[in-house]
């Protein structure tokens, strides 16, 4: 069907009939009925993620919780590379620095468990701040470099400050009162999750969230609409380094304490394989692409027989399950870039529209492209 202006001068905009029409109609609410079996499987969800663990022990739930923070390392590197379309290398030196800023401040400093986590969003957010204030005139690869040089300095050199680290022991880092048990901290860490949801659910409903996506898919376009490219990008940065301070933080109490040993560039491309493996720009699927990845090894032990088989293969060919993430996750990402590209994202969508009371499509992907422009007749 063909639009035409008031005065009849000519077409304005084509519109097909069968694309609008299946739009329509899924936007038709079910009745009780239908509801019923969408609540049968939220109740399921809430089941597994907040009853389930309570029969656990306590190790097993201290996985649980890491994988909630895995969850929001994910959300954090999508905003900078689902959102902006930029990748960052050295993403553990920013969540690395921000457990060491949290322990530091309870342990050194005496301050509160809170004190300790807004340091380290604080401390999180400079980072991205001075690093890309210092890269604002490049993108692409030489941006990823320059995250992937930082987060080396930061390995060599920042992890290296005994004062600030803790040396070879590391530095202390208890949980807050009120949530001692492993148990209590699972559900605070579920809230900070729920949290990190909302924040980046607002930041795409404004203007300046519609204005990365338009970044990302054209920097020169976005620019001829006013969007300052620099200004956006630098944005979307700091929001990436507060959320991944954050989750520093929530790892660093979890584990009890921090040390440098384990943030270097093998967990930065591990953080980047899970986010492109959840799904760029799909919140439920980084949360189950960053759950997966966290609960990996702890999957893989509970295989029996895996580790005894494991042992035998001879070096430099031997593996562990805690090496698994960086075996797996690479044919995982091969298999997202051939068959998949939305990841995970892109094959729960069916599900996840289904449970929001939409019209049940298994062949529902999403927009191929994102759109950054209205329709006007």
Known sequence: MTVTSADGAG????????????????????GLLGWIPRLVVWAGLAY??????????AIDVQTFTRAACYAIVALSLNVLLGYVGQISLGHAAFVGI????????????GQSFWVGVLAAAGIGAAQALVLGGVSLRIRGLYFALVTLAY??????????????????????????????????????????LALVLFLDWRLMKTKGGRALLALRENPRVASTFGINVRMATLFAFVVSGTFAGLAGALIAHNDLSVSADVWNFNLSLVFIIMTVVGG????????????????????????????????????????????????????????NLIQF???????????????????????????????ITDVRA
């Open 98 to 109: 921000g457990a060491f800023m949290s322990a530091y401040m309870m342990t050194v400093q």
């Open 341 to 371: 590209p939305g990841g995970i994202g892109q094959q729960v969508r069916p599900v996840a529209r289904w449970l929001g009371g939409h019209r049940f499509d298994p062949h529902d992907r999403g927009l191929k492209e994102v759109q």
């Open 48 to 57: 597994v993620v907040l009853v389930l663990p309570l029969g656990r022990s």
């Open 151 to 192: 987060g080396l300095v930061a390995e060599q050199n920042i992890f290296q400050i005994a004062s600030f680290t803790g040396g070879g022991a590391g530095q202390r880092a208890p949980k807050p009162d009120w949530f001692e048990s492993e148990w209590r901290y699972y559900y605070l860490c579920l809230a900070f």
């Open 280 to 335: 760029l720009r799909s919140r439920y699927g980084l949360v189950i692409g960053g759950a997966f990845f966290a609960l990996m090894p702890y999957l893989l032990h509970q295989i029996p027989g895996l580790e005894n088989g494991l042992s035998k293969i001879p070096a430099p060919f031997d593996l562990t399950p805690e090496l698994a993430p960086l075996v797996i996750g690479p044919l995982l990402l091969l298999v």
């Open 11 to 30: 077409p304005v905009q084509e519109v097909l009939v069968d694309d609008v029409a299946p739009a329509a109609r899924d936007r038709a609410r079910p």
